[in-house]
């Protein structure tokens, strides 16, 4: 008798512990995002950003998953790293770390924006870089390959003697 009474007790708890799980699982937060919060970005501006990933208008951002938007940003050739956080169910709030702009070059053709980081990228005129050192350079007086060679000397040689003065 006593163990029929443990059975039917032990029963009931799998019972009651699947109802109260499937309800759980019914009132589970959705994460939706229907709001975009960009931080941290003095460079690259807001605007630029959602048009860079494809974000018009309220209807385009809940169709985009919060994976899928730090995938978007990232591609960015201007930003580093980004990470994102729900604040509510609705609020994405995303951190951009940017490159550090370094040197802008100037060529007959095409301006370049050489990074601390050492990238060689290709100047946009939407974004704030301002107040750079500015190099300039006939396009027919050097090819890309030594430009770049020659910009990663310039950079090495810069932060050697600005070790030295600190």
């Given at each position: 008798?006593r ?16 109802l ?13 995002v ?6 941290n ?5 807001t605007?630029?950003l ?14 985009l ?14 930003v ?7 604040v ?22 095409q ?15 939407n ?8 190099v ?8 890309y ?21 600190i």
């Amino acid at each position: 008798m006593r163990k029929l009474w443990i059975y039917i007790v032990l029963v009931l708890f799998l019972i009651i512990n699947g109802l109260m799980i499937s309800t759980a699982k019914k009132y589970e937060p959705k994460y939706v995002v229907k709001n975009l919060v960009i931080t941290n970005n003095q460079i690259i501006p807001t605007d630029v950003l959602l048009e860079f990933i494809n974000v018009k208008d309220k209807e385009t951002l809940t169709s985009l998953t919060a994976e899928m938007i730090i995938d978007r940003i990232g591609k960015h050739p201007y930003v580093k790293n980004v990470e994102g956080v729900f604040v509510d169910s609705t609020t994405y709030v995303v951190s951009v770390k940017e490159v550090e702009p370094f040197l802008l070059i100037m060529t007959d053709n095409q301006n370049y924006v050489l990074t601390k980081e050492k990238k060689l990228i290709p100047e946009d005129p939407n974004l704030n870089v301002l107040d750079l050192p500015v190099v300039t350079f006939s396009s027919t007086q050097i090819d890309y390959n030594k430009l770049k060679a020659n910009m990663l000397m310039l950079y090495s040689i810069h932060f050697k003697i600005y070790i030295v003065q600190i």
